[in-house]
């Protein structure tokens, strides 16, 4: 009988735990590095991410299907919210002219272009966020409570919520890599960077991915770990 959570299982996570850390310590690398190599063309982030929207057909103000964009503090905090379609990049990616700066303002500029054009994986975890949000607070306080007084029912309960959530992660991988697919197309056909220029931001882009993919396979293995638990509990 295994103890949560001092136990064997935990030796799982260790692969996804060195990932998640090698992912981290590449896109800190890649977005340091090319966070100080100006782009040719001396556009910020927000103009970017502006010029490839309107080239989609969406406008920044009062048009239907508009998407704002606004500055927001920290760093690296650039995202798009599907529930207000408004675009926030981080100050030195707003107002950054870097390759570093137009790549991220890039990717977050084809979130909004996959939600005007309702791709189907976005329009999936839209739906899904919510559930999977309430189901990774509540899955391992259940699951919790599940071991300690071996109860089948929450052991369940708190898998079949975690599950969502898993399910979530895995979603979010072809959202992210689609974004970046449409980014580097988008700045590579709109003259926005040079070839060079391009094979940078594939990798800072790249690099942003992988932490994704950590994410996907910790929740995967955690997933993993809950059945061995649970079945140690039988």
């Known amino acids: 009988m295994y103890f949560y959570p001092f136990d064997p299982t935990f030796v799982l996570l260790i692969p996804a735990l ?4 090698w992912a981290q310590i590449k896109v800190k690398s890649a977005y340091v590095q090319y966070s ?9 982030g927000a103009e970017v991410a502006r010029l490839i929207l309107r080239n989609a057909g969406i406008g920044e103000f009062g ?5 704002p964009i606004e500055p927001i503090g920290g760093e690296l905090t650039d995202h798009y919210d599907p529930r207000t379609r408004v675009l926030r990049l981080s ?3 707003y107002y950054g002219r870097s390759v570093a700066a137009v790549g991220i303002a890039a990717h977050e500029a084809g979130h909004a272009i996959q939600h005007a054009q309702s791709y189907a994986p976005l ?10 949000s309430f189901g990774s607070f509540l899955a391992w306080p259940l699951f919790f ?6 109860s089948p029912l929450l052991l369940k309960a708190g898998i079949i919520l975690f599950s969502l959530a898993v399910l979530f992660t895995v979603v979010t ?18 003259g ?3 070839s060079e220029e391009i094979r940078a931001t594939r990798k800072v882009l790249s690099a942003a991915a992988l932490t994704y993919v950590a994410a996907a396979a910790m929740a995967i293995l955690q997933l993993l770990r809950m059945f061995l638990l649970a079945r140690s509990r039988d």
């Open 18 to 21: 060195l990932l998640a850390i």
């Open 36 to 44: 100080e190599v100006m782009t040719r063309s001396g556009l910020t």
């Open 63 to 67: 048009e239907k299907g508009s998407c």
């Open 91 to 93: 100050e030195p990616v």
């Open 123 to 132: 329009m999936l975890r839209n739906v899904m966020y919510p559930v999977s």
């Open 145 to 150: 409570i599940g071991l300690i007084f071996s």
């Open 173 to 190: 991988l072809p959202v992210e890599f689609n974004a970046s697919n449409r980014a580097l197309h988008a700045l590579a056909t709109g």
């Open 192 to 194: 926005f960077l040079d």
